[in-house]
């Protein structure tokens, strides 16, 4: 019977990782199988943020005077797991641009 001899210094043998349990995937999958590519456009029904569902969202940012660029900076950032009250703020920050009806002089005496 021949004897296996250990791994030379400096060999790493081949280990069999277990998948994390940091990151859980949703019940429904990852949110790019969530969203379906339907002929309302690039947003869909479907998605579903702390604030409420991204269409009512969308709708309250374009009556508050937001544009498409900052809408979509907006939504980006929802789905990075930004609060939208924060994410309204850091997009106002980057684009120089506030909206003229937005909420963020409520508050101030």
């Known amino acids: 019977m021949m004897e296996e001899s250990p791994p030379a210094r400096g060999i790493t043998?081949?280990?069999s990782r277990q998948p994390s349990d940091r990151f859980l995937t949703p019940p429904d999958g990852p949110?790019?199988?969530r969203r379906t590519s339907s002929?309302?456009?690039?947003?869909s029904a479907t998605e579903l943020f702390a604030e409420g569902q991204w269409q009512a969202i969308r709708?309250?940012?374009e009556q508050e005077g937001w544009s498409a660029s900052q809408i979509e900076r907006v939504h980006d950032?929802?789905?990075?797991?930004?609060?939208?009250s924060m994410a309204k703020r850091n997009v106002a920050a980057?684009?120089?641009?506030c909206p003229l009806r937005s909420r963020s002089a409520e508050g101030r005496g």
């Open 59 to 61: 709708v309250a940012l």
């Open 13 to 15: 043998m081949a280990r």
């Open 39 to 43: 002929t309302r456009g690039p947003w």
């Open 94 to 97: 980057l684009t120089r641009q």
């Open 77 to 84: 950032h929802l789905r990075q797991g930004w609060p939208l």
């Open 31 to 33: 949110p790019s199988a």
